[in-house]
């Protein structure tokens, strides 16, 4: 397991790929956010590097609560899940984002962030 969180940018909701999983689910785009953390959330928790041999999209259906929400995920315009060969789901660059040396990354660049604001508002 990679952690107890997982990263999400403050602007998911307006990302392109959100917006167009809101069109084709006809849901909000602030319900595909928390669709998406959903299906994020167990795969950080259920696999070691975002791959789950025997899950289906039909998985992410459940998780979510929305019908044809995994088919979405894994369309080409999207592109948030593949369907390996195998026939289980894997997130596409998993390690960029939900490994241990990506929190590491992120929680480094905002200490390192934190620090340069404080250091440019001292008179």
């Known amino acids: 397991m990679a952690g107890d969180w997982i990263p999400m940018r403050v ?3 307006d990302d392109p790929a ?3 999983m809101a069109e084709m689910c006809a849901i909000p785009r602030a319900h595909v956010v928390g669709c998406l953390h959903a299906v994020w959330s167990w795969f950080d928790q259920q696999t070691v ?3 789950a041999p025997t899950a289906t999209l039909e998985l992410l259906d459940i998780l ?4 044809g929400f995994g ?3 894994s369309a080409p315009e999207v592109g ?7 026939g289980g789901l894997k997130i596409p660059h998993v390690e960029r984002y939900m490994s241990q040396t ?3 990354r ?3 660049a905002r200490r390192n962030k934190r620090y340069r604001d404080a250091r440019v508002t001292q008179p």
Not at 64 to 67: D, L, N, Q, Y
Not at 80 to 86: D, F, I, L
Request: proline share 0%; no cysteine.
């Open 11 to 13: 602007d998911l909701a």
């Open 18 to 20: 959100v917006i167009k």
């Open 49 to 51: 590097n975002g791959e």
């Open 64 to 67: 979510t609560g929305i019908s």
């Open 71 to 73: 088919k979405i995920m």
């Open 80 to 86: 948030w899940m593949t369907v390996t060969k195998r």
């Open 102 to 104: 990506a929190k590491r």
């Open 106 to 108: 992120l929680l480094t």
